[in-house]
């Protein structure tokens, strides 16, 4: 299965993908960051990437991370 997910970054406020690929269980490997490359105050977090369930769970996800809509 094939996630795709659409979040904004809190910092510069431009598109992030998150590319994802399954591993154990409900984990997967995620990899974020901007859609195009570009100054960005939080440039030293990305790429965002780790294991989780989903992208908010990534260790410094809440600071980077700006949901669609929210
Ligand atoms: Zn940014």
Redesign the pocket.
Known sequence: MTARAFYW??????P?FAASSAVAGTARDWEID?QEP?D????AL?PLAGTAAAPEELRHAAG?LRLFGH
């Open positions: 970054c809190r910092a510069c406020r431009r992030l901007h570009g960005c105050a939080n440039d990305f980077v």
